[in-house]
């Protein structure tokens, strides 16, 4: 499907963005790597200094890299974890929680795919983690185990002697299909869908946004950059993520 090109939002034309959102009942917000680019946590695809500039993927992230050598994993999956423990959520994360009160009694929900917990850090109360959580470890047979993840990690799980594991979807894992479903439903009911810092390349979250505008929401992109996503948008504003949600929440609290 081709759709017609979206018109670009300026921060100055926010009104577009605000009407239709005071007259919403339900806003899904799709978060990705960019909203957390500004706390200092690389993206995938930054060059440099990307997460994964010196790695293969494949073997630090796929469940067959687990298979092959969980120590190597964990290792991964700890030096990744040391430099979130030093981040902080930013602007754009404490506006998404605003938007909860701004917006109510519509209901927002936060759909992301990152792993850093910043989202709840910042007091949004509804977010559903496609990807998982780097705060959190897990049986590897999913007996039910699971805890946060604190310093001294056990190789083994307690209840069932499997292997421990972060709770993050690696590659070749499908998602977890309750929250996949959860968040595929709020796609179809948004009235207004935010897709912010994401470059739209993986899915099935991707394919969320194309669900929300085929079921008749307003797509709202926000990126710098064109993304995969761009067609399916209503409006694009190329901006970066705490630029854009700092704009908008001061439109609505004036608009209050
Ligand atoms: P991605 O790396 O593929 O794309 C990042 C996108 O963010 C790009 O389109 C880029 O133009 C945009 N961007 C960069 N700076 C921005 C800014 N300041 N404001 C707005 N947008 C900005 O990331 P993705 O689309 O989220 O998908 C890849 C995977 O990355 C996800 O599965 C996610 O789990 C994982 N990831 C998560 C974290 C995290 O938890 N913080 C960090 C890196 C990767």
Known sequence: ?????????????????????????????????????????????DTGNGLWADVDPMAVASIDGFYRDPAKVWAWHNDLRSRLAGATP?????????LEALLAPA????????????????????????????????????????????????????????????DIVWFGEALDSETLERA?????????FFVIGTSGVVQPAAGLAVLA????????????????????ADYSARTS?????VALCRALRSAC
């Open 107 to 166: 209901e927002v929900l936060v759909i992301t795919q990152n792993i850093d917990g910043f989202h709840q850090e910042a007091g949004s109360h509804s977010v559903l983690e496609l990807h998982g959580t780097v705060k959190r470890i897990r049986c590897h047979r999913q007996c039910g185990f699971a805890a946060p993840w604190e310093d001294v990690i056990p190789e083994r799980c307690p209840s069932c002697g499997a292997l421990v594991r972060p």
């Open 1 to 45: 499907m081709l759709l017609d090109q979206p018109a670009n939002v300026s921060l100055e034309d926010l009104e577009k963005i605000v009407r239709p959102l005071r007259a919403a009942e339900r806003v899904a917000i799709m978060s990705g790597a960019g909203l957390s680019a500004e706390s200092g946590i690389p993206t995938f695809r």
């Open 241 to 245: 993520a705490s630029e854009f949600l």
């Open 90 to 98: 930013n602007a754009g994360h404490r506006c998404i929680a605003e």
């Open 184 to 192: 595929a439903d709020a796609a179809l009911a948004a009235d207004v």
């Open 213 to 232: 505008k085929d079921a008749g929401a307003l797509v709202v992109e926000v990126n710098p950059g064109e993304t995969n996503l761009t067609e399916f």
